[in-house]
T-cell receptor
């Protein structure tokens, strides 16, 4: 079954707004990854997090590995049209060599 | 820079037909994976391989078989396709230095419809 809860499932925002999405679980994770998927393409890795509390930025994107190791968030600042797509969180559960994915957040931007 | 290449990109099958999806990576990665993506479900792992000649079951392996005869190729087979296997299939690979099931590089996907 699904072990990651990603929210929100969809977002409709205006260009220039900031975006925030998160993933939570009852399991402890060793790794958190954030991917973006463009229409008709495979997911592309945006940010990888390996330590509890770690805060990492990649341009306008910032992600954090929650201190409890059970959650992570992704923020996008000053959104632009090319940010449109589906964002997935993924995590490697402690003790299980398995990567589980969230359900995805579909981001739509109105110009 | 090919990365991970999947063929075919689209396919329509009749129930009961068989087919093989091919994944090729040119990055010398040890680990390879097959996922399926369904609306509202994220990506679910079907099978994976930790090296040439090895395969293992993932989260949803039933109805699929895989083979990794060469390090660069990972094949996904459907012996008798069912409508429930209509999905978008993604192949991925990771280098050994990042570990199993970590920073995966994905192919562009194969959209399969079973009628």
């Amino acid at each position: 079954g699904q072990q990651l809860n990603q929210s929100p499932q969809s977002m409709f925002i205006q260009e220039g707004e900031d975006v925030s999405m998160n993933c939570t679980s009852s399991s402890i994770f060793n790794t958190w990854l954030w991917y973006k998927q463009d229409p008709g393409e495979g997911p592309v890795l945006l940010i990888a997090l390996y330590k509890a509390g770690e805060l990492t930025s990649n341009g306008r994107l910032t992600a954090q590995f929650g201190i409890t190791r059970k959650d992570s968030f992704l923020n996008i600042s000053a959104s632009i049209p090319s940010d449109v797509g589906i964002y997935f969180c993924a995590g490697q559960i402690q003790g299980a060599q398995k990567l589980v994915f969230g359900q995805g957040t579909r981001l739509t931007i109105n110009p | 820079n090919a990365g991970v290449t999947q063929t075919p990109k689209f396919r329509v099958l009749k129930t009961g037909q068989s087919m093989t999806l091919l994944c090729a990576q040119d990055m010398n990665h040890e680990y390879m994976y097959w996922y399926r993506q369904d609306p509202g479900m994220g990506l679910r792992l079907i099978h994976y391989s930790v090296g040439e000649g090895t395969t293992a079951k993932g989260e949803v392996p039933d109805g699929y078989n895989v083979s990794r005869l060469k390090k660069q190729n990972f094949l996904l087979g459907l012996e008798s396709a069912a409508p429930s296997q209509t999905s978008v299939y993604f192949c991925a690979s990771t280098p050994s230095e990042t570990g199993l099931n970590t920073e995966a590089f994905f192919g562009q996907g194969t959209r399969l419809t079973v009628v």
